[in-house]
């Protein structure tokens, strides 16, 4: 038996395998009417727990993505690509001067290193 006062579900017959049970429960009598079971509802302020629950985001997230046009869809996809190739972009340059600066090192040990040859040369 399934009821849903404050969502707008009637009290009907439901199989097993169409329902999804959720972690909120709340108590009333085994033969409790439409009426306690919307008290017990509005006790336990489910409304309020749903809207905060992860699986009420998806759903929320799911509707937005079947109101989607074809304009908002491409225009996400053009947003997308654009993010994408920005942050490609920051990589190849930050790894550009990332070997900039090994390069310099690298040089300035050489340096520093025939120094020490030298100062040994004279000795």
């Given at each position: 038996m399934?009821?849903?006062?404050?969502?707008?579900?009637?009290r009907s017959k439901m199989?097993?395998?169409?329902?999804?049970?959720t972690k909120f429960k709340i108590n009333f009598p085994y033969n409790?009417?439409?009426?306690?079971?919307?008290?017990?509802?509005?006790?336990?302020d489910l409304n309020k727990l749903w809207v905060q629950s992860r699986w009420a985001e998806k759903a929320a997230n799911r509707e937005k993505v079947n109101n989607f046009n074809y304009i908002s869809y491409y225009e996400l996809l053009y947003f997308?690509?654009?993010?994408?190739?920005?942050?490609l972009l920051w990589v190849i340059l930050k790894d550009s001067s990332l070997r900039e600066q090994e390069k310099?090192?690298?040089?300035?040990?050489?340096?520093?290193?025939?120094h020490k040859l030298n100062a040994y040369k004279i000795i």
């Open positions: 399934v009821d849903g006062p404050e969502t707008g579900v009637p199989r097993i395998s169409q329902i999804h049970l409790g009417s439409t009426r306690t079971v919307r008290q017990a509802w509005k006790k336990a997308e690509n654009l993010v994408n190739f920005s942050v310099s090192e690298t040089k300035h040990k050489k340096l520093h290193a025939n």
